[in-house]
């Protein structure tokens, strides 16, 4: 993609997450998009509420600034977090840090969340989404445990921080920007079917029979 398009796509999923309400009451989060093989666009810092193009600076996957205003000192603490994810999986396009509501629940208390709903399966999510243990923003202790998840669940997009937020990896920005809230909504659903018993687990048979389902009638989330 051309660098305005990858712009862009950054801007309307920053949009999208906040018309689905998937930012927490400071509307701060960080959005970043695989540029080329060497390079992303990144959030610059503060509020993506009303984020807009010239709002993000290019970094090279070392967490080099090489275009654009300087990021916010804040910043420094989560491009590693960003950048290593790009470097150990090459099919991540996207990957977005915030606090959804929901899923934010789950990583307070150090809880999975349990692939329970089926929405999830056409995002690739083939097993519960773990939390890791907790550690101070993109430290490496913290980043260090993402990346072993990054590594050893290669159908896992996502990750939370226990005690803090969520990090989603997906194609593309506004597709991340739809795992996030499905996986916020799947969490919001959990939470709530525990009145009526506990969520249930899906047949074992549901990963595969959604596949063909999709390769039938097209991929689309």
Known sequence: MQQQQVRQSIVDAAHLLADSGMLFRGEHANLSARLDDTH??????????????????VLDLNGRLTQGEAMDPTMQEVIQMHTRVYLARDSVGAVIHTHAPHMTVFAVAHQPIPLVYEPLLRFGVTESVPVVPWAPRGSDQSVNA??????????????????????????????????LATLDEAAELIIQAKALGGAQELPSQAIDAVRERMATFGSRQ
């Open 40 to 57: 992303i666009i990144m959030t610059r810092g503060g509020s993506v509420a009303n984020l807009r193009m010239e709002d993000l600076a």
């Open 146 to 179: 993402i990346v072993d998840v990054v590594h050893g669940h290669p159908g896992l997009p996502a990750v939370m921080m226990a005690n803090h937020g969520a990090l989603v990896f997906h194609q593309d920005p506004i597709s991340t920007a739809r795992l």
